[in-house]
T-cell receptor, first 113, second 110 residues
């Protein structure tokens, strides 16, 4: 596609439920990143994919968070047993050349009630 | 050593003024220094970027000044407009990774 597509754009879930967030990167971009941005805050790195493998998952805040990427394309970020502190905007970015040339999606706003 | 320190946290400038946002880094392995602009409800978008072999880069009204010896770089916005009101993030990159500043919320008053 023309840009990075994320779905859903908004998600409200009850505490304790599992959620799945989807990222569809720019076609041909081998690098894919997930970030978390709390209201009015900076970007918190979560995980990096190169192709289908994740050489850097150091930013995942707990074992409730996991991500996968299939076919070198679509990625899914899963949060199990959601907590209120998980409420944030989850941003996905893809890149052809690593650090040079991130393109971000518009994010998924997750609200845990 | 991986930190990027960005200042100020917020900035209010009159239309036509020149807001300046500063960033400092420590790791000399960084070789790519972009600035991103983020509007509410949107993801950050690449605005302008520089590599350490040049001291200045200009694109339209946006200029990056880079001081390799001081390990500092800054964004200048000439003839600022209300439409430039946004949050600006600097970053420093190496290989696949970008290390981000905390962001500057810029407001341009009409």
């Amino acid at each position: 596609g023309a840009g990075v597509s994320q779905s859903p754009s908004n998600k409200v879930t009850e505490k304790g439920k599992d959620v799945e967030l989807r990222c569809d990167p720019i076609s041909g971009h081998t690098a894919l990143y997930w970030y978390r941005q709390s209201l009015g805050q900076g970007l918190e790195f979560l995980i990096y994919f190169q192709g289908n493998s994740a050489p850097d998952k150091s930013g995942l805040p707990s074992d409730r968070f996991s991500a996968e990427r299939t076919g070198g394309s679509v990625s899914t970020l899963t949060i199990q047993r959601t907590q209120q502190e998980d409420s944030a905007v989850y941003l996905c970015a893809s890149s052809l050349l690593g650090a040079d040339g991130y393109t971000f999606g518009s994010g998924t706003r997750l609200t845990v009630v | 050593q991986q930190q990027v320190k960005q200042s100020p946290q917020s900035l209010i400038v009159q239309k036509g003024g020149i807001p300046i946002i500063n960033c400092a880094y420590e790791n000399t392995a960084f070789d790519y220094f972009p600035w991103y602009q983020q509007f509410p409800g949107k993801g950050p978008a690449l605005l302008i970027a520089i590599r350490p072999d040049v001291s200045e880069k200009k694109e339209g009204r946006f200029t990056i000044s880079f001081n390799k010896s001081a390990k500092q770089f800054s964004l200048h916005i000439m003839d600022s407009q209300p439409g430039d009101s946004a949050t600006y993030f600097c970053a420093a990159g190496f290989n696949y990774q970008l290390i981000w500043g905390a962001g500057t919320k810029l407001i341009i008053k009409p």
